[in-house]
């Protein structure tokens, strides 16, 4: 019997001291050549770095970078089923430019907008749209539509602090019986 309850104890020690592994946060980059790494490659695009500086923060997490070159809102909306797959937590989407630069309308494309973010939520999946007007100048490489590699930086950084920040916590209810001191 004391062996028993010995072995217990040490099971129950192991159990306590063993390393946990935490849940991966499965998160998709969407959109066109900026998402994709244009002029700076993928390795230093926005999803790669976000993905490291999430680790580094100790976050377990895997960025799919779902960036198309050339790619329009309407191009996002039609593969955003198949660009983001079940067990997707987070879905960053980054509009771009291209459908103003290639004859789209403003309208048109904060509908599509809209619809992907609406059919990503009704999945349970967070969306986090980043898209900047104006995109600030210094942004921009040579051609002044691409990324440089310090704003894929700057955005990494931006979304992973977004990403990593606490959840606000509803406010409780005041409880009656604690609100005002009772009277003698």
């Not at 593969?79 to 103003?100: C, E, F, M």
């Not at 931006?158 to 019986?177: D, G, H």
């Amino acid at each position: 019997m004391v062996y028993a309850l010995r072995a217990l104890a040490v099971a129950a020690a192991l159990c306590l001291v063993s390393p946990v592994t935490a849940a991966t946060l499965n998160i998709v980059a969407i959109g066109a050549s900026n998402t994709s790494g244009f002029g700076v490659g993928a390795a230093n695009a926005y999803p790669a770095l976000l993905q490291a500086l999430l680790r580094k923060k100790g976050i377990n997490a895997n960025v799919t970078n779902a960036g198309v070159l050339g790619d329009v809102t309407a191009g996002m909306l039609n593969r955003i089923d198949s660009a983001v797959p079940k067990g997707t937590d987070i879905v960053i989407l980054q509009p771009g430019g291209n459908d103003l630069r290639f004859f789209g309308t403003k309208e048109r494309r904060a509908a599509n907008i809209s619809a992907m973010t609406a059919r990503l939520r009704a999945r349970g999946i967070r969306v986090i749209v980043y898209d900047p007007n104006p995109v600030p100048a210094d942004f921009y490489q040579w051609d002044h539509i691409h990324f440089n590699a310090a704003a894929h930086a700057k955005i990494a950084a931006t979304l992973a602090a977004q990403i990593s920040a606490p959840k606000p916590q509803p406010a409780a209810a005041p409880n009656p019986a604690q609100a005002a001191p009772s009277k003698p």
